[in-house]
């Protein structure tokens, strides 16, 4: 149990574009769930806490023009990268809270590589 | 501001055992987790410490202490497979995990 999924896996853009990841909690429901981004041999940066029903909540320094979340259901999240720049490439991972489960563990999805060129 | 400190690579050979510290300084902290992370994948949950002690799950223990803001994790009777990056995070309130820098492990045969 507990799995999460992201689509795409991988994506190539061009400078300008927008693009849609996709984060769905497969097998739970997740009243909240985490965006981060991982740099090549570097840690996971918290970008925004996400909560169905509500807006996001961005931690310091991360544009939410630019990272635009929606929590719309108990089972799906998604981020919008718009106007990506060749800087936005990057390992983008989502992760969820099982409602019904412990209150520190976080299931995390695959991870979707986004390359902006 | 928060900043979490672990060594940046680890080389053990197979069989041994290893111990991967985390030091932290936090505004808030609820507990300390472990994840594991292979090339390109997802990282993986290992074990979380609320309170002080050692906390064991088959191969891997953790250990916390949260007057010195001091933790770590033990990985026993390695295996390669364990070649991995492993992160400490501090859970804030409301679930937020701040993550360290990693620690890449290697094991050799």
């Known amino acids: 149990g507990a799995v999460v999924s992201q689509h795409p896996s991988w994506v190539i853009c061009k400078s300008g574009t927008s693009v849609k990841i996709e984060c769905r909690s497969l097998d739970f429901q997740a009243t909240t769930m985490f965006w981060y981004r991982q740099f090549p041999k570097q840690s996971l940066m918290l970008m925004a806490t996400s909560n169905e029903g509500s807006k996001a909540t961005y931690e310091q320094g991360v544009e939410k023009d630019k990272f635009l979340i929606n929590h719309a259901s108990l089972t799906l999240s998604t981020l919008t990268v718009t106007s990506a720049h060749p800087e936005d490439s990057s390992f983008y991972i989502c992760s969820a809270r099982d409602v019904a489960g412990s209150s520190y563990e976080q299931y995390f999805g695959p991870g979707t590589r986004l390359t902006v060129t | 501001g928060q900043s979490l400190e672990q060594p940046s690579e680890v080389t053990a050979v197979e069989g041994a055992i290893v111990q991967i510290n985390c030091t932290y300084q936090t505004s808030g902290f609820y507990g300390l987790s472990w994840y594991q992370q292979h090339d390109g994948g997802a990282p993986t949950f290992l074990s979380y410490?609320?309170?002080?002690g050692l906390e064991e799950t088959g191969r891997f223990s953790s250990f916390l202490s949260r007057s010195d803001s001091y933790g770590y994790l033990l990985l026993q009777e390695l295996q390669m497979k364990d070649s991995a990056s492993y992160f400490c995070?501090?859970?804030?309130?409301?679930?937020?995990?701040?993550f360290g820098q990693g620690t890449e492990l290697s094991v050799k045969p």
């Open positions: 995070a501090v859970q804030n309130q409301g679930g937020k995990l701040i």
């Open positions: 410490n609320a309170l002080d």
